[in-house]
Nanobody
């Protein structure tokens, strides 16, 4: 599966953005999708993940209550709605896909190493 992330941009603190991850090339609905981010000089961080059937959703502690992940399999797209943005949310955001038959635990869904396919990243800048 090929992934294309979009929707990044510059926003003031307290604002909102919605990122999109569009899939192509194979059965998108067979994949769990995760969002990760990486700020300059920092390690990659888990942001959110959604299971192939939308039943399970997970969030990193730093975004819980502010970000919402969703998907529309008929459109091969996963969305990340980011509310109440903070300067600390500034980072490149990446979406990633992993087959539901290979990622079978909640913990695995939060690990970057579990995902086989990655998009190119979209930059989010939050100013104070």
């Amino acid at each position: 599966v090929q992934l294309q992330a979009s929707g990044g941009g510059s926003v003031q603190a307290g604002g909102s953005l919605t990122l999109a991850c569009a899939g192509s090339g194979t059965t998108f609905s067979s994949y769990h999708i995760g969002w990760f981010r990486q700020a300059p000089g920092k390690e990659r961080e888990f942001v959110a993940a959604i299971s192939w059937n939308q039943i399970s959703k997970y969030y990193g502690d730093s975004v819980k209550g502010r970000f919402i992940i969703s998907r529309v399999n008929a459109e091969d797209t996963v969305f990340l709605r980011m509310n109440s943005l903070k300067p600390d949310d500034t980072a490149a955001y990446y979406c990633a896909a992993g087959l539901y038959t290979r990622i079978t635990t909640a913990q695995a869904m939060k690990l970057a190493a579990s995902y086989d396919h990655w998009g190119q990243g979209t930059l989010v800048t939050v100013s104070s």
